[in-house]
């Protein structure tokens, strides 16, 4: 057979070729994880929540600038691109199997030749010049090259959704901590107002022991609740600061060059309206956690096909093209010319333990891969409702610890008016001032708590949140 008709042969082995190995279908989430959530109250909607900066729903420029700067500078967004371009690099190297590789070889050598190896008339010193042109394709017949580059595919994807769940994290995380902050500062606030006002109390019950109409333990009561409140300020300034502190990380500072309109808001941050968080179906075709376990069993599943393919020939056409001569004017004449063209067969036959092993382990591989993509369902579905069922909650105690802050303010103020008449006595009002300093201090907090609920909410929704249009 004449080495050109090699051609035709390729051709109809690639036109044959089938993929050893599993096709992959990508797994169906249970059909109840599809619905609507069970635990979302009066205070989401189950409008379908978008891909869109939601963040802009605080209408804060400082915070816009933050959430920017994070995604930007942040070293763990930075490590999750670097895997990415990794990953897309692989594939690229896999993808490089389909074509034809090349190689060019050369070489010189000056020598002195043995009296019997030289040809007549031959000088026995001279250069001795030898060069080539190689040329190798893989005729992929049983699917090894297509399976590596599935894989590679798979890789990517995952490598793609794990820096979108890095870009979530880092999001919510600059926000929390920009909230604390604020959240930090306006207990603060609070907490100052507390003890003004129970300085003034103090004072009052001292004017009313000095002249007569009041005890020194009324004072020294009074005085000890006061001291109690102004204890609660210090925990309030370092929770702030390492609010602070956090955050100049996330944006890729150091402490001391975060900008001072970080810490400028105090006052609590919150989107009063209701969230539109879908539904089952839509949670998990967004969320980046659930893709990448997605992305992650197909290319478990395609190296089954990579590994399978071992147990048949691995087949490669070549060729080669050159010349050795002796001399560099001999060197590229006819004369020393060569030239090879055949194909090449590699098989590992029958001894195929080591391969049959390789499949073995590469399907445990994908039956952990489809454990952890269902694992990842559940997961991403239990996060969602606890945070639904926490923000639900969080607003409702808000409104009681509200409505009873509201109630002890009438009653501080009734019992203060009665104090100044002397128609109650001291004990009444020292238990009106604690239950008010109480309840106003625990609003201020479930303020915080609202707008971290908020935030989990936002993370286990995958980072899709926006306006409905209709809103």
């Known amino acids: 057979m004449k080495p050109v008709q090699f051609l035709p042969i390729a051709s109809a082995l690639a036109l044959a070729a089938c993929a050893a190995g599993p096709d992959y279908v990508a797994p169906a989430p249970p059909p109840a994880a599809a619905g609507a959530f069970t635990a979302a109250g009066p205070d989401v909607t189950t409008a379908e929540a978008g891909a869109g900066p939601w963040w802009k729903l605080y209408d804060d420029p400082?915070?816009?600038?933050?959430?920017?700067?994070?995604?930007a500078a942040n070293t763990d967004i930075r490590v999750a691109v670097a895997r990415l371009d990794r990953a897309r690099a692989a594939l690229r190297e896999a993808g490089a199997d389909r074509l034809p590789r090349t190689g060019i070889d050369a070489g010189a050598n000056y020598g002195r030749l043995p009296a019997g190896q030289r040809a007549p008339g031959a000088p026995r010193e001279d250069w001795q010049v030898d060069g080539g042109l190689s040329v190798a394709y893989e005729v992929d017949l049983f699917g090894r090259v297509t399976r590596n580059i599935e894989a590679g595919r798979g890789d990517v994807g995952a490598a793609a959704a794990d820096a979108d769940a890095a870009r979530v994290t880092i999001v919510s995380d600059t926000i929390a901590a920009y909230v604390d902050a604020a959240a930090a500062a306006e207990q603060l606030k609070v907490a100052t107002e507390i003890v003004e006002l129970l300085d003034r109390s103090v004072t009052l019950t001292t004017k009313r022991f000095e002249a007569g109409r009041a005890n020194k333990l009324d004072v020294a009561r009074l005085a000890a609740l006061r001291d109690q409140r102004k204890a609660d300020i210090p925990p309030l300034v370092a929770r702030r600061q390492a609010a602070l502190f956090a955050l100049a990380t996330l944006t890729g500072r150091a402490p001391a060059e975060l900008p001072d309109t970080a810490s400028a808001r105090a006052t609590t941050p919150r989107v009063v309206q209701p969230i539109p968080v879908g539904d089952g179906a839509a949670l998990l075709a967004r969320r980046p956690d659930v893709r990448a376990a997605e992305r992650r069993l197909a290319a478990a599943t395609a190296r089954i096909?990579?590994?399978?393919?071992?147990?048949?020939?691995?087949?490669?056409?070549?060729?080669?093209?050159?010349?050795?001569g002796t001399g560099f004017g001999d060197s590229f004449g006819a004369g020393p010319?060569?030239?090879?063209?055949?194909?090449?067969?590699?098989?590992?036959?029958?001894?195929?333990?080591?391969?049959?092993?390789?499949?073995?382990?590469?399907?445990?591989?994908?039956?952990?891969a489809l454990a952890t993509f269902d694992g990842?369902?559940?997961?991403?579905?239990?996060?969602?409702?606890?945070?639904?069922?926490?923000?639900?909650?969080?607003i409702e105690r808000r409104r009681a610890l509200a409505s009873a802050r509201d109630a002890a303010a009438t009653a501080a103020r009734i019992v203060r008016a009665r104090q100044r008449e002397g128609t109650v006595d001291f004990l009444e009002v020292l238990d009106a001032e604690r239950t008010f300093a109480a309840t106003e201090a625990d609003v201020a907090a479930s303020d915080a708590g609202i707008a971290a609920a908020q935030i989990a909410l936002f993370r286990a929704l995958g980072g899709g949140w926006q306006v409905p249009a209709a809103q």
């Open 376 to 394: 990842t369902v559940l997961r991403a579905l239990q996060e969602t409702e606890t945070a639904l069922s926490a923000y639900t909650q969080a």
């Open 305 to 324: 096909g990579v590994a399978t393919a071992a147990l048949y020939p691995r087949i490669s056409l070549g060729g080669s093209v050159g010349s050795t």
């Open 337 to 368: 010319l060569r030239w090879l063209l055949g194909p090449l067969i590699s098989w590992t036959f029958p001894n195929q333990t080591a391969e049959r092993a390789r499949i073995a382990a590469a399907r445990a591989d994908e039956q952990a």
């Open 62 to 71: 400082v915070l816009d600038g933050l959430v920017a700067d994070a995604l």
